[in-house]
Structure formats: structure tokens, C-alpha cells
């Protein structure tokens, strides 16, 4: 079965600074799909970013941006010029197969944005 | 856009009280899915339809069950709630169309099981 760890379950950082959250992974699968999402109070699941494990090159979305090592089954989430509105749950969920498969989630890192 | 609509939003059940959640989606997806998310668990899945007509279990079933009632609708259902059933209760679909395999989730419902 696969896993996702968030080993960091909060986090705080400055306006304008940048952060970096932390997920890994087990699964032994050669394809899968990666991803974040952002859970502000509002409670709605926000796509911030996907991955696909055969693709080398990181995604980037915007501001942020992944930082995927494969060998490692690491997949961190940065979010560069840090924004008040990004003060959410973010989590990071795995994909396994050739996708349209349920999702794994990790338990998530609470991301405070501080002014 | 609609997306997936879920309802209730928010409900009070009493211990052994039945109750149905509605989830709907308008995308023409094939796939559906529900999760529960407690605090300190992130989301786990519950049960899932990959297509029209089939459902499987998945991490978390017990005392839930579900219908895939059309393409369009999929439904969670607590015959007996239990205390250990408060939880939200997020509803998603996805399709595979052009690899994407992104999963689109509903607003959630809030269940306290007293």
C-alpha cells in the first residue's frame, strides 16, 4: 500500500518570504501522479499543483513550484513571495497507476502566513 | 460552473439515526469518490466508483454504504451513525481525459453524530 508523510504538521513564514513544505512517499509503482492541495478555513479542496512521476522537469505553477526527486520519493511544495491568502492546510496526495485512481493524502501541514 | 454539489452542508444525527449524503457532478466525469477528513488524518477514502454500475471499498468502509445511482450522482449512506462517524465528508470526481487525472471535490459536509 502506498503512504504519504507530511513530517512537518505546521509551519509559519513571513509575507513575502518563501517556504518550503515537505512530503514523501512509498509505493513501489514506476507511474503515478503527484500533488498538492490547499484547504483554507473555507473548507473547499484547492488544486495547487500536479506531477507526473515519468516527467523529469518540475512543476510550476505561478508562485508556486515542486522540487521532485523521484529516487528519493520526495516531492516538496515551495511557495515563493508568500501571500496572506495562502494561509491554508496544505496536503499532499499521491496517485498510483495510470490514474483516475482514489487518491492518497498525507495528513497535511497548517501554513500560517504572518503580515 | 456547478462542479460537484454536495448536500447537506451540515448535519446533527443522534447515535443509531440513518441518514443519506448527496453528491452530484455536472463535469460528465466517470469517476467518483468519498472521503472523510478528521482532524489530524488528512482525507481517507471511503468508498469509490471508477465507472457507472461499480463501486469498491476503500480504506475506511465500515458502516458506510454507497450508490452509484447514475453517471451523474453518487451516494453515501449511514444506515446506524455512530459517534465515531462525525467527521466532514468530502465527495470528488475525476476523469482521465488528456492525462490530467485531476480529482474535483464538493464544498463538504460537516456530520456530528451525538
Known amino acids: 500500500a502506498q503512504t504519504v508523510t507530511q513530517s512537518q504538521p505546521e509551519m509559519s513564514v513571513q509575507e513575502a518570504e518563501t517556504v518550503t513544505l515537505s512530503c514523501t512517499y512509498d509505493t513501489s509503482e514506476s507511474n503515478y501522479y503527484l500533488f498538492w492541495y490547499k484547504q483554507p478555513p473555507s473548507r473547499q479542496m484547492i488544486l495547487v499543483i500536479r506531477?507526473?512521476?515519468?516527467?523529469?522537469q518540475n512543476a510550476t505553477e505561478n508562485r508556486f513550484s515542486v522540487n521532485f526527486q523521484k529516487a528519493a520519493k520526495s516531492f516538496s511544495l515551495k511557495i515563493s513571495d508568500s501571500q496572506l491568502g495562502d494561509t491554508a492546510m496544505y496536503f499532499c496526495?499521491?496517485?498510483?497507476?495510470?490514474?483516475?485512481?482514489?487518491?492518497?493524502f498525507g495528513k497535511g501541514t497548517r501554513l500560517s502566513v504572518i503580515a | 460552473n456547478a462542479g460537484v454539489t454536495q448536500t447537506p452542508k451540515f448535519q446533527v444525527l443522534k447515535t443509531g439515526q440513518s441518514m443519506t449524503l448527496q453528491c452530484a457532478q455536472d463535469m460528465n466525469h466517470n469517476s467518483m469518490y468519498w472521503y472523510r477528513q478528521d482532524p489530524g488524518m488528512g482525507l481517507r477514502l471511503i468508498y469509490y466508483s471508477a465507472s457507472e454500475g461499480t463501486t469498491d471499498k476503500g480504506e475506511v468502509p465500515n458502516g458506510y454504504n454507497v450508490s452509484r445511482l447514475n453517471k451523474r450522482e453518487f451516494s453515501l449512506r449511514l444506515e446506524s451513525a455512530a459517534p465515531s462517524q462525525t467527521s466532514v465528508y468530502f465527495c470528488a470526481s475525476s476523469e482521465q481525459l488528456l492525462a490530467k487525472n485531476i480529482q474535483y471535490f464538493g464544498a463538504g459536509t460537516r456530520l456530528s453524530v451525538l
Open positions: 496526495a499521491f496517485m498510483r497507476g495510470s490514474g483516475n485512481t482514489p487518491l492518497v
Open positions: 506531477q507526473e512521476a515519468y516527467k523529469q
